[in-house]
């Protein structure tokens, strides 16, 4: 008869968070901006991706023929260049 030696690991390893002794810094915070365009022409602009696309399925239920899409924008300087 064979036997197996006992494997054990520790509840912490399966639960615990690797996140912990993480510490944001505005170079790991994420900077993107989400466009929301209609027919071309900005209409609203958005941090989360999920705002920004939530807007635009409410405008094209709004208005079906007008072509809406989300365009993304990594910096703030990029933003300038479309709104001027």
């Known amino acids: 008869m064979l036997h197996e030696p006992d494997v054990k690991m520790g509840l912490d390893v399966l639960t ?3 996140m912990a002794n993480v510490i944001a810094t505005n170079d ?4 993107e901006y989400y466009v929301l365009h209609i027919n071309g022409r900005v209409s609203s ?3 989360r991706y ?3 696309v939530g807007a635009g ?3 094209k239920h709004e208005f079906p ?3 809406i899409k989300v365009s993304v924008r ?3 300087d990029e933003l300038d260049n ?3």
């Open 16 to 18: 615990g968070s690797h």
């Open 74 to 76: 990594n910096s703030p």
């Open 82 to 84: 479309i709104l001027h």
């Open 45 to 47: 602009i958005h941090r």
């Open 65 to 67: 023929r007008d072509d």
């Open 28 to 31: 790991s915070v994420s900077h």
């Open 50 to 52: 999920q705002d920004a």
């Open 57 to 59: 399925l409410q405008l």
